[in-house]
């Protein structure tokens, strides 16, 4: 049971470039996030997924595509790398539960540096 | 979204108990408080959750007032590998509103001393 999987671990982009990272959980959960955080910051919501094929905005979703066509796996697409994307990118599932409680798992991370 | 409010940094010596207090005024009915764990380098990880009262698990405890609008992170007799971010989240569940909304503020950095 590998948790939440991350590829790749680290990648330099020049600025325009484009690419796409990629998550994947074996944990068979319907919610699936994408966070960034920059130093010294708190983790902010880029895009969510509630289930397979359908995905929403969070609080940064711009200049981010996001896809979710199958259930353990959400792909977070960057079209035109720009600086201010720079950052560490974390993915995240959950299971939501009929009380309310959730918690969230965190794949290690994926640090961009865009030039 | 509530808004939490928590220490920038502690520093604690080893084998001391440690209290992060988070201070969440605007904590809806259906939040419950949720505690992350984040090392350098790593992905934030689940500690403790609760929604009132007192939760304990083998790593830590949770202390929520009748009223809700703070809550306690106590970390019993830490060591060194404490030494992490810790991160209070207040939000609802995922069945409450799609998914679930939290915001991850800056966190309180505790530094444990020798």
């Known amino acids: 049971n590998a948790g939440v999987t991350q590829t790749p671990k680290f990648r330099v982009l020049k600025t325009g470039q484009s690419m796409t990272l990629l998550c994947a959980q074996d944990?068979?959960?319907?919610?699936m996030y994408w966070y960034r955080q920059d130093p010294g910051m708190g983790l902010r919501l880029i895009h969510y997924?509630?289930?397979?094929?359908?995905?929403a905005k969070g609080e940064v979703p711009d200049g981010y595509n996001v896809s979710r066509l199958k259930k353990q796996n959400f792909l977070l697409g960057l079209e035109s790398a720009a600086p201010s994307q720079t950052s560490v990118y974390f993915c995240?599932?959950?299971?939501?539960?009929?009380?309310?409680?959730?918690?969230?798992?965190f794949g290690p991370g994926t640090r961009l540096l865009v030039l | 979204l509530a808004k939490t409010t928590q220490p920038i940094s502690m520093d604690s010596y080893e084998g001391q108990e440690v209290n992060i207090t988070c201070s969440h005024n605007?904590?809806?009915?259906?939040?419950?408080i949720t505690w992350y764990q984040q090392f350098p380098s790593q992905g934030p990880r689940f500690i403790i959750q609760?929604?009132?009262t007192k939760v304990t698990n083998e790593v830590a405890s949770l202390f929520i007032p009748a009223d809700r609008k703070s809550s306690t992170l106590s970390l019993p007799r830490v060591s060194l590998s404490d030494t992490a971010v810790y991160y209070c989240?207040?939000?609802?569940?995922?069945?409450?509103?799609?998914?679930?909304?939290?915001?991850f503020g800056t966190g309180t950095k505790l530094q444990v001393i020798p």
């Open positions: 605007n904590i809806a009915t259906n939040d419950y």
């Open positions: 609760g929604y009132k």
């Open positions: 989240l207040v939000g609802a569940g995922g069945n409450s509103g799609g998914y679930q909304k939290v915001t």
């Open positions: 997924s509630v289930g397979e094929g359908t995905t």
């Open positions: 995240a599932s959950s299971r939501p539960q009929t009380s309310g409680e959730e918690t969230q798992y």
């Open positions: 944990m068979n959960h319907e919610y």
